[in-house]
């Protein structure tokens, strides 16, 4: 953190980030974006996200519904937009970051059954909003922040997120109105056949908004070009928002280039004067300057082929896709996914992966693709293309090893097949006897130690790690020798011995698997290691076999 006038004697500050009009217009960006901005200034801040769904949480929840399940250190599993917190800012996120309207009528509930509320009728107001509000400033009570921003999730008028937008607007009667910032994100639409920016959806939005309390202290307006300044001017006067508030949130090719929007639009300085924080005289964003000069011009492209099971729908793998993005910052490569449809591969054309620099085979639940990522496993292995897997991606490739290398017919997971003779992957809980445990899966950080001399401990460059979990099934440690005699190494163990976390094999141009989620903890500004060691060797794989084939022509 950067020099700053010392805020020890002011309250804590709340910012809340709501929208209009439609949804996915970037709440969650908008949100890690001002956070970012605020830590240039050396703000200490957090973001907590609210979803309006009643799920306790996503972890049932289709990834074609949701999008991806993201991971907290303690083992939450949370809406994607935290990992976008994460990555624009320094925070570490907690279950306490992500609140549903399951998880609050749950709480309510429980106290209710306990009879904590003395036997008064429960109802919404003031219940389920005091409870709402309670969890709002759960993690400034830990100390350590000086500004929260929230984003409230759904969209304006939607019946389901009515309890959401009184409790903020309750909250700034309780905090104060100069404790207090309220922001919008709205859509700015241009009519082609019109030729021209329209304005009535985001004046709609702000009615909806007003008439349940809340006035907004600010506009982000989303559009796709700047909006001229009599469009600004007569936003502000429908929308009784001051006009240097009026921001225009445009389209940019990089999602890491809003923060530098965002700043360029003076959101930070507009922010902090409403709430009432001292300035720097120039925030600190050199780092993302150069980052966005580095994604505009990179030197060259690589193509990595991901075999997943849920490519239909890109967000089921968001935080993957960025880490292979960030890893493509590092090297000034531009990273271009070829998304393939596990299923594809069954049928034993791989044809997909025909020009792949690299296979990457992340995590899945289910029998459904699993033998095409088995197959990409085998192609990777056997025409020495660079190979990365992740939860079932490390699974399936111990597998495919214990079938084609080390001749264990009918090798399988007992996820996919109960009745394996070979049960390299298997429950754990099964063995144990203990079947009658619900919460089966391993959830959150756990340590990891590395092997020395192997591509994992290279990587990291130490001997002990910690990273996030989200998987029922362990490797089978009965299959060990078998698999080492093969010539496969195991490169990363629990401190106990208990489970097996990586695997590898020597001589391979780079073909790593682990039963962890590294993608969870790379940033832009500090790529996770293994995805660059990785982005490394695809780009290797990719300028020999252009050799290769330029020495025959």
Not at 451 to 471: D, F, M, V
Request: net charge negative; glycine share 10%.
């Amino acid at each position: 953190m950067i020099d700053r006038a010392d805020p020890t004697s002011q309250p804590v500050k709340y910012i809340f980030i709501t929208g209009g009009v439609v949804s996915s217009l970037g709440k969650g960006l908008a949100a890690a974006s001002i956070g970012a901005l605020l830590e240039g200034h050396g703000y200490r801040v957090t973001l907590q996200k609210f979803d309006p769904y009643v799920n306790v949480d996503p972890g049932t929840m289709s990834p074609y519904q949701h999008g991806e399940v993201y991971v907290t250190t303690d083992g939450a599993e949370t809406d994607l937009d935290l990992g976008h917190y994460e990555r624009f800012t320094s925070t570490v996120t907690t279950r306490n970051h992500n609140w549903t309207t399951g998880k609050i009528y749950l709480s309510v509930i429980q106290k209710e059954r306990r009879g904590d509320y003395l036997g008064r009728t429960v109802q919404v107001i003031p219940h389920i909003t005091n409870e709402i509000k309670d969890s709002m400033q759960t993690v400034a009570r830990q100390g350590g922040i000086d500004i929260v921003l929230i984003e409230v999730g759904g969209t304006v008028g939607d019946i389901e997120s009515q309890p959401y937008l009184e409790a903020i607007r309750q909250l700034r009667q309780d905090l104060g109105r100069e404790n207090t910032l309220y922001i919008h994100l709205t859509l700015v639409p241009f009519i082609g056949a019109a030729g021209e920016l329209k304005t009535k959806p985001t004046q709609h939005s702000v009615r909806d908004l007003r008439s349940v309390g809340i006035q907004p202290d600010m506009l982000l307006c989303r559009t796709d070009r700047a909006l001229p300044q009599d469009l600004r001017r007569k936003i502000a006067l429908f929308c009784d928002v001051d006009e240097e508030a009026v921001i225009t949130a445009r389209d940019v090719d990089s999602i890491y280039e809003v923060p530098l929007v965002l700043s360029g639009e003076g959101v930070d300085r507009i922010v902090l004067k409403r709430l009432g924080l001292p300035s720097t005289t120039r925030r600190r964003m050199e780092a993302w300057e150069e980052l966005v000069e580095r994604i505009r011009n990179p030197t060259d492209d690589v193509t990595v082929h991901v075999v997943g099971k849920y490519v239909g729908y890109e967000d089921s793998y968001k935080s993957l896709n960025e880490a292979l993005s960030h890893a493509g910052f590092a090297h000034q490569l531009n990273v271009r996914i070829e998304w393939v449809e596990a299923e594809a591969l069954e049928s034993g054309d791989d044809a997909a992966l025909g020009d792949a620099d690299g296979i990457l085979v992340p995590g899945g639940f289910g029998d459904r693709g699993s033998r095409g990522m088995l197959r990409a496993a085998e192609v990777a292995r056997r025409r020495r293309i660079p190979y990365f897997g992740i939860c079932y991606g490390f699974q399936w490739a111990a597998v495919e090893f214990a079938r084609h290398v080390c001749g264990l017919e009918d090798a399988d997971s007992t996820e996919c097949n109960p009745e394996a003779p070979h049960k390299i992957i298997y429950k754990l809980r099964d063995l144990l006897g203990v079947d009658d445990l619900g919460g089966t899966m391993r959830l959150g950080s756990y340590p990891c130690d590395l092997t020395p001399g192997t591509a994992l401990y290279e990587a990291y460059g130490k001997n002990a790690i910690s990273e996030r979990h989200r998987h029922r099934y362990e490797f089978n440690r009965a299959y060990e020798t078998a698999l080492t005699e093969g010539g496969m190494v195991i490169s990363g163990r629990s401190p106990d011995g208990k489970f097996v976390e990586a695997i590898e094999l020597p001589g391979h141009p780079w073909f790593v698997a682990v039963q962890f989620h590294p993608e969870f903890q790379s940033k832009p500004l500090a790529p996770h290691p293994l995805f660059t060691r990785f982005v490394g060797a695809t780009y290797r794989h990719r300028l020999s076999a252009k050799a290769a084939a330029e020495s025959l022509a």
